[in-house]
């Protein structure tokens, strides 16, 4: 069982940065690959990002590639999405997951209860 608690999300100006965290909580953590995947109000569940249980590679989605920086610290239980240059469209809640290294949501076991990012034009 891997519990997960998103923070950092909050109100931004249009090209600002945030830094959302996911603290992860079980001894699994680190054998899990994690994900960032966000959801508008009325749109269906986006994939922003994915990292491999090393935090060696990341794989991420065009609309946010080159803005945003996932990462992970094994020895933390935590994961970190730095988001740089956002923009309104990015405005959605937040959530992070754990499973396979997967831009597919159903690849994914646990998940938070997600975090608020609005970014004002």
């Known amino acids: 069982q891997v519990q997960l608690v998103e923070s950092g999300g909050g109100l931004v100006q249009a090209g600002g940065s945030l830094r959302l965290s996911c603290a992860a909580s079980?001894?699994?953590?680190?054998?899990?690959?994690m994900g960032w995947f966000r959801q508008a109000p009325g749109k269906e569940r986006e994939f922003v990002a994915t990292i491999n249980r090393s935090g060696a590679n990341t794989y991420y989605a065009d609309s946010v590639k080159g803005r945003f920086t996932f990462s992970r610290d094994n020895a933390k239980n935590t994961v970190y999405l730095q988001m740089n240059s956002l923009k309104p469209e990015d405005t959605a809640v937040y959530y992070c997951?754990?499973?396979?290294?997967?831009?597919?949501?159903?690849?994914?076991?646990?998940w938070g209860q997600g975090t608020q990012v609005t970014v004002s034009s």
């Open positions: 079980g001894r699994t953590f680190s054998s899990n690959a």
């Open positions: 997951a754990a499973g396979i290294y997967s831009i597919s949501w159903y690849e994914y076991d646990y």
